[in-house]
């Protein structure tokens, strides 16, 4: 029985969590499960050319909304309040995830192969790099 299951959301990307929810309300039992959105900054912003201090979109303000939506879309898993704990932050996607799993010692990471529409073959960047570098099982959602 796992006791701490980690889910990454694209929180940009709702429908891509439908596919999820079935297999980690399968899983999680009586784990904790933790949801994380990460919002990806600096390459992001400095690829528009935007600088920090007064370019850079107001950082609580955007984590505010983001946890928001994200609470939003837990509500579909129908995991009971104590069970489940949502974290947004920022940095880039696969390194937080990663970060994450291990502080929250997740015994099963729970993610979407990628986005819909591309090939079914396919393994987005972020899936492919929490499976080759996950110190725990990956249950890859297709
Ligand atoms: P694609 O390249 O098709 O977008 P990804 O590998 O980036 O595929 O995404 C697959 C899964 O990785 C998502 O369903 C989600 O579980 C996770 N993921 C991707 N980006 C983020 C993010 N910013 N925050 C949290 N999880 C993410």
Redesign the pocket.
Known sequence: MYRSIL???????AD??RH?VPQVQAHAKTAKVHF?????TVPFYASLGLAYSSEFPDRSGLQAKASEKLEEIVKQFNIPAGRSQIHVVYGP??D??LKLAEAVDAELI??????PG?STY?????????VRHAKCPVLV?R
């Open positions: 889910v990454p959301i694209d929180i940009s990307e891509l969590t999820v994380l959105a990460v919002i990806p996607p696969k937080q995830i729970v993610i979407a192969s990628h986005k591309f396919l393994l987005g960047s972020t899936a492919s790099a929490v959602v």
